[in-house]
């Protein structure tokens, strides 16, 4: 085959490394943001960690900057190489975190109690480092042997771990490293005095009628324990007593037991007006360090000449400062789409921020907002995707605050929302011995003037997290 050469022209787009960078920081949120500023003062030598100031970063950067614009730094006003995200009354406040035992460590400390030898005590430790988060230990006991042959070099047995893992169920909190829910919940029944009628038939019920409990086939359950429905209503009581996961009853963990979440922007709402703000409490504040445009300007000779010496290390500087500019450049821009953006939905969501009230939710989805701030739907995504606004009456997940449009028979379009909550009001005041079924909710709704298939009644019960009918049955 014959090489050839031709020309081809086409039109292609492609993003640049600043537009790249810029894209990054505005899907941080404000936690993730505070550490990639750091991370890019330790990479970046010419970036400074600035005192909180109240001047307001006005002026563009450069795209493109000369040395004889760095020349002329030492005349330009210091916000000029700076971000401000502060006002006046913000005060640094220092965020004290603990970290407490977890709940591995809570338990192999309770084995030092136990008289076990230094073999039977190592394996324990590694069967104690097998069991996850919830409590559970999900893993075979045959393959948790291979690992220990493999990785700690002792040869063991099914058989032994079987006996080492009956010690780690008499420890706390009860129910610790069940492999499944009837085990767990019989562990927690153990560790309970039989003192009472109620709890021996909730032991009873567990021990040989796991399936059908869990199917909810109360009637069934009834006539074979032959117990009256009182009776079995307080052994219900008294399963439901326990915990499905044992793993949540250790809370001296720290941050990954107890999760909290910082918002990205702060509203308030007095005397009906509101006050929107971007929380930048613990972000830190960066500029240019004044010392290297002096090094700049010590290599450059009084005709603008640089010596060939001085050239190399000339590049490398400025190359640095055109970064850090950039980089503060994208973080300005970053808080002014987000402050946009969500003075954008504030605006189009403002009945609903005065309240709360999630039935006074408009249906609002990325393209409407997108029109709104002339910004790409992308963008808005990016913008409300992880990020959280604190208000009087609680703390919101953006991503929450949109959702389709439905259409009532009178032809007024509706928020999903509504829907939500009217269902999850049904649900709430039905009858629990005779639940509705998806096709009974979906004749409700219709009857109410809202047009929904069961299909999309099914859909929102499962967002709302509500189990079938079946599954809801009490007695």
Same mark, same amino acid.
């Given at each position: 085959?014959?090489?050839?050469?031709?020309?081809?022209?086409?039109?292609?787009?492609?993003?640049?490394?600043?537009?790249?960078?810029?894209?990054?920081?505005?899907?941080?949120?404000?936690?993730?943001?505070?550490?990639?500023?750091?991370?890019?003062?330790?990479?970046?030598?010419?970036?400074?960690?600035?005192?909180?100031?109240? =001047?307001?970063?006005?002026?563009?950067?450069?795209?493109?900057?000369?040395?004889?614009?760095?020349?002329?730094?030492?005349?330009?006003?210091?916000?000029?190489?700076?971000i401000n995200n502060y006002s006046k009354d913000d005060k640094q406040r220092p965020v004290?975190?603990?970290?407490?035992?977890?709940?591995?460590?809570?338990?192999?400390?309770?084995?030092?109690?136990?008289?076990?030898?230094?073999?039977?005590?190592?394996?324990?430790?590694?069967?104690?480092?097998?069991?996850? =988060? !919830?409590?559970?230990?999900?893993?075979?006991?045959?393959?948790?042997?291979?690992?220990?042959?493999?990785? %700690?070099?002792? =040869?063991? #047995?099914?058989?032994?771990?079987?006996?080492?893992?009956?010690?780690?169920?008499?420890?706390?909190?009860?129910?610790?490293?069940?492999?499944?829910?009837?085990?767990?919940?019989?562990?927690?029944?153990?560790?309970?005095?039989?003192?009472?009628?109620?709890?021996?038939?909730?032991?009873?019920?567990?021990?040989?009628?796991?399936?059908?409990? %869990?199917?909810?086939?109360?009637?069934?359950?009834?006539?074979?324990?032959?117990?009256?429905?009182?009776?079995?209503?307080?052994?219900?009581?008294?399963?439901?007593?326990?915990?499905?996961?044992?793993?949540?009853?250790?809370?001296?963990?720290?941050?990954?037991?107890?999760?909290?979440?910082?918002?990205?922007?702060?509203?308030?709402?007095?005397?009906?007006?509101?006050?929107?703000?971007?929380?930048?409490?613990?972000?830190?504040?960066?500029? %240019?360090?004044?010392?290297?445009?002096?090094?700049?300007?010590?290599?450059?000779?009084?005709?603008?000449?640089?010596?060939?010496?001085?050239?190399?290390?000339?590049?490398?500087? +400025?190359?640095?400062?055109?970064?850090?500019?950039?980089?503060?450049?994208?973080?300005?821009?970053?808080?002014?789409?987000?402050?946009?953006?969500?003075?954008?939905?504030?605006?189009?969501?403002?009945?609903?921020?005065?309240?709360?009230?999630?039935? +006074?939710?408009?249906?609002?989805?990325?393209?409407?907002?997108?029109?709104?701030?002339?910004? !790409?739907?992308?963008?808005?995504?990016?913008?409300?995707?992880?990020?959280?606004?604190?208000?009087?009456?609680?703390?919101?997940?953006?991503?929450?605050?949109?959702?389709?449009?439905?259409?009532? !028979?009178?032809?007024?379009?509706?928020? #999903?929302?509504?829907?939500?909550?009217?269902?999850?009001?049904?649900?709430?005041?039905?009858? +629990?011995?005779?639940?509705?079924?998806? =096709?009974?909710?979906?004749?409700?709704?219709?009857?109410?003037?809202?047009?929904?298939?069961?299909?999309?009644?099914?859909?929102?019960?499962?967002?709302?997290?509500?189990? %079938?009918?079946?599954?809801? +049955?009490?007695?």
């Amino acid at each position: 085959m014959a090489i050839s050469q031709r020309q081809i022209q086409r039109m292609q787009q492609t993003l640049s490394p600043q537009q790249i960078q810029m894209i990054k920081l505005l899907e941080l949120p404000t936690m993730q943001l505070e550490q990639r500023i750091k991370q890019e003062i330790e990479e970046n030598i010419v970036l400074e960690e600035n005192e909180r100031s109240s =001047e307001e970063d006005a002026d563009e950067l450069p795209q493109q900057i000369s040395v004889d614009e760095y020349l002329r730094e030492d005349e330009t006003p210091s916000y000029k190489s700076r971000i401000n995200n502060y006002s006046k009354d913000d005060k640094q406040r220092p965020v004290y975190l603990t970290e407490g035992r977890s709940l591995q460590e809570y338990l192999v400390e309770q084995l030092g109690y136990r008289n076990l030898s230094e073999h039977d005590m190592r394996l324990t430790v590694y069967l104690i480092g097998s069991i996850d =988060e !919830d409590g559970y230990l999900r893993r075979d006991l045959e393959s948790v042997a291979d690992d220990i042959a493999f990785t %700690v070099g002792i =040869e063991t #047995s099914a058989e032994e771990l079987e006996r080492l893992l009956k010690i780690v169920h008499e420890l706390e909190p009860a129910g610790i490293g069940a492999r499944n829910l009837r085990e767990c919940l019989l562990l927690q029944m153990e560790q309970l005095p039989m003192n009472s009628r109620s709890r021996r038939l909730a032991r009873k019920i567990l021990t040989g009628y796991f399936e059908e409990f %869990v199917k909810k086939h109360y009637e069934k359950l009834i006539a074979r324990l032959q117990v009256s429905e009182e009776d079995f209503r307080e052994a219900i009581a008294e399963i439901r007593r326990l915990s499905p996961k044992p793993g949540n009853l250790y809370t001296e963990g720290g941050t990954d037991t107890t999760p909290y979440i910082i918002p990205d922007f702060l509203l308030d709402y007095q005397e009906g007006q509101f006050q929107l703000s971007l929380n930048s409490s613990n972000v830190p504040e960066v500029r %240019v360090n004044r010392r290297y445009v002096e090094m700049i300007r010590d290599m450059v000779t009084s005709n603008g000449s640089v010596h060939e010496k001085d050239r190399e290390a000339l590049q490398f500087v +400025k190359s640095k400062i055109d970064s850090a500019k950039w980089f503060i450049s994208a973080i300005k821009q970053r808080h002014d789409t987000l402050m946009r953006t969500m003075q954008t939905i504030l605006d189009y969501q403002q009945e609903y921020f005065k309240d709360g009230d999630q039935s +006074k939710l408009r249906p609002m989805i990325l393209k409407d907002i997108a029109d709104r701030t002339g910004l !790409d739907v992308s963008t808005i995504s990016r913008v409300v995707n992880s990020k959280y606004v604190q208000t009087q009456f609680g703390i919101i997940l953006l991503k929450s605050l949109f959702s389709e449009a439905m259409q009532t !028979d009178s032809g007024e379009e509706v928020s #999903s929302y509504e829907i939500k909550n009217l269902l999850q009001k049904c649900i709430d005041e039905e009858d +629990k011995r005779h639940p509705l079924t998806d =096709e009974t909710l979906m004749d409700i709704l219709n009857a109410k003037g809202y047009r929904i298939a069961r299909r999309t009644v099914a859909k929102y019960r499962e967002m709302l997290g509500i189990p %079938v009918a079946r599954l809801r +049955k009490q007695i």
